[in-house]
Antibody
Framework: EVHLLESGGGLVQPGGSLILSCAAS????????MNWVRQAPGEGLEWVSG????????FYADSVKGRFTISRDNSKNTLSLQMNSLRADDTAIYYC???????????????????WGQGTLVTVSS | EIVLTQSPGTLSLSPGETATLSCRAS???????LAWYQQRPGQPPRLLIY???RRAPGIPDRFSGSGSGTDFTLTISRLEPEDFAVYYC??????????FGGGTKVEIK
C-alpha cells in the first residue's frame, strides 16, 4: 500500500524559509514522478512543482519559480520542497502526490496524481 | 496556460439521484489528458478518473467520465451518502503548469 507522509510545515514570517519533506513507502520510489500540490484555506487545488522519477527533471508553477526548489533522494525514498522568500499567499496545506503510472508510462511533466499524503500546513504570517 | 472552468459551482441533489458535472477548457486538451478528483472535508483529494474516461483502481462504476477537446463531464449515478463532496478536474496536456478547475460541490438537498 502506498503511504506518503509530509512533514515540516509550520508558522513562518514573510520572507522566511521552510523545508517540507515527504516520506514515501509501499512502492518503488524511483519509478514514479512526484509532485507538490497546495490548497489555500477554503480554496481549490494549485499544482506547485513536480520532479521526474529517475532523471530528476523538475517543473514549477510560475508563482513559485525562483523561490521554491523540489528535490528527491531515491536512496531514502524522500521528496523535499525548499521554500524561500515566503509570502502570505503561500499559506496553504501542501500535499505530496505520486503519479499513478510509472516512468515507462508517463510523459515527463504531464502528471496526474494517483496517491496523496494527508498534507502539512504552512502558514506565512508576522 | 489552459484554464479549466467547472460548473455548476454547487449541485444540490438527493441520494439515489444522478449528478452531472461539467469541466470546460480554454483550449483543446489533446490526448484526452484530463482527470477528475473527489475531495471530502478534511481529506486529501482522491483520483477518480484519468484520460477523461478511465476509472482509477478501486473506483466504483457509478463514476464515469466522458468528453473530449474542450468539454468534459463527470457523471455520478445513484448518489451514495459518501459521494457528497467537492470534485475537481485537472488537465495534464499542457504543462507546466498543470491546472485544476475551481471545483464543484455536490451537496445533499
Amino acid at each position: 500500500e502506498v503511504h506518503l507522509l509530509e512533514s515540516g510545515g509550520g508558522l513562518v514570517q514573510p520572507g522566511g524559509s521552510l523545508i517540507l519533506s515527504c516520506a514515501a513507502s509501499g512502492f518503488t520510489f524511483n519509478n514514479y514522478a512526484m509532485n507538490w500540490v497546495r490548497q489555500a484555506p477554503g480554496e481549490g487545488l494549485e499544482w506547485v512543482s513536480g520532479i521526474s522519477g529517475r532523471s530528476g527533471r523538475t517543473f514549477y508553477a510560475d508563482s513559485v519559480k525562483g523561490r521554491f526548489t523540489i528535490s528527491r533522494d531515491n536512496s531514502k525514498n524522500t521528496l523535499s520542497l525548499q521554500m524561500n522568500s515566503l509570502r502570505a499567499d503561500d499559506t496553504a496545506i501542501y500535499y505530496c502526490a505520486k503519479v499513478l503510472t510509472s516512468v515507462t508510462a508517463t510523459i515527463a511533466g504531464k502528471y496526474f496524481f494517483g496517491s496523496w499524503g494527508q498534507g502539512t500546513l504552512v502558514t506565512v504570517s508576522s | 496556460e489552459i484554464v479549466l472552468t467547472q460548473s455548476p459551482g454547487t449541485l444540490s441533489l438527493s441520494p439515489g439521484e444522478t449528478a452531472t458535472l461539467s469541466c470546460r477548457a480554454s483550449q483543446s486538451v489533446s490526448g484526452n489528458s484530463l482527470a477528475w478528483y473527489q475531495q471530502r472535508p478534511g481529506q486529501p483529494p482522491r483520483l477518480l478518473i484519468y484520460d477523461a474516461s478511465r476509472r482509477a483502481p478501486g473506483i466504483p462504476d457509478r463514476f464515469s467520465g466522458s468528453g473530449s477537446g474542450t468539454d468534459f463531464t463527470l457523471t455520478i449515478s445513484r448518489l451514495e451518502p459518501e459521494d457528497f463532496a467537492v470534485y475537481y478536474c485537472q488537465q495534464y496536456d499542457s504543462s507546466p503548469p498543470l491546472t485544476f478547475g475551481g471545483g464543484t460541490k455536490v451537496e445533499i438537498k
